[in-house]
């Protein structure tokens, strides 16, 4: 263990959040104002590369998920291990020891990433309801989860950060324009998609739990906004994947079979 996750005072943090877990519903309003008064702003300027900036920034952030990553799932795999996976799921041990520590470094770092909407508004790119919907929800969902050491946030922090340490990474490289193919961006959304699936059969394991009366840390309440909230994700995540990858693909195999064919029937008829 390190001397900053031992010397990390969770009962204060803690006591603050509870009494303040609602800015998180201020911090998104003012993200979605920022969102409009920004991109109306910026109609009518010329756009900003920004692309070391941009390099630095998921650089930071590639790291500290990577970090987050190493240091929760070996916690996570000694639980099922030792325990099994409804333990793992329903009992909120990783609220101490060192993953206290990078539960509350999850939590915050949801008010930070919301700065990556920043670059895409000042660079001009598209800005898609996925993107601006998953921030907001999970910066909200975040801090109102901690508030009562709701259990299954053990997995859900462990898959963000491991899907977060690939996608980082991939946004650092592509942002001083390094070289990358084309399905290395299909796997981080076919990663991002199986967290979802996961996330919705975690909360339906949960509720059979709390059914059957086990001891389950996390309330009807809570898993009524987490279900609905990973339920929206996966159908946005895979209407965007059937989109970026699916759609163009299925289009191309059709041009080709139309050109196939149209070629065929002149051969036809020049016999």
């Known amino acids: 263990m390190f001397d900053f996750e031992k010397n990390f005072d969770h009962d204060s943090f803690l006591e603050w959040i509870q009494e303040n877990w609602t800015h998180s519903i201020w ?30 920034w998921s650089l930071v952030l590639g790291i500290f998920s990577i970090m987050g990553a ?21 009992h909120p041990s990783y609220f101490y020891g060192p993953t206290s520590f990078w539960a509350y470094m999850f939590t915050i770092s949801k008010a930070y990433e919301l700065g990556d909407t920043v670059f895409i508004v000042l660079r001009k790119q598209p800005l898609i309801f996925l993107h601006w919907y998953h921030h907001i929800t999970v910066l909200i969902y975040v801090f109102y989860s901690y508030t009562d050491h709701t259990a299954p946030g053990r ?14 990474s991939y946004y650092a490289l592509k942002a001083i324009r390094f070289s990358i193919p084309k399905w290395v961006s299909m796997i981080i959304t076919s990663l991002q998609l ?44 895979a ?8 759609k163009p693909r299925m289009a191309a195999v059709a041009k080709k079979h139309g050109l196939e064919k149209t070629a065929g029937s002149l051969a036809k008829k020049l016999q």
């Open 27 to 56: 911090y998104s309003s003012f993200y979605v104002a920022f969102i409009f008064a920004g991109k109306k702003y910026m109609a009518d300027r010329p756009r900003l590369t920004l692309r070391y900036p941009l390099a630095i």
């Open 70 to 90: 190493v240091r929760t799932i070996p916690e996570l795999a000694y639980m099922i291990r030792n325990y099994g996976i409804e333990q793992s799921i329903c």
């Open 239 to 246: 209407y965007f994947f059937y989109n970026a990858y699916l």
């Open 194 to 237: 199986l967290q979802m699936v996961l996330g919705v059969v975690i909360n339906v394991l949960v509720y059979q739990y709390k059914q059957e009366g086990h001891y389950c840390q996390q309330s009807f309440e809570n898993l009524r906004y987490c279900f609905c909230m990973y339920a929206s994700y996966f159908i946005l995540f």
């Open 155 to 168: 997995w859900f922090m462990v898959m963000n950060y491991t899907v977060h340490s690939v996608m980082y």
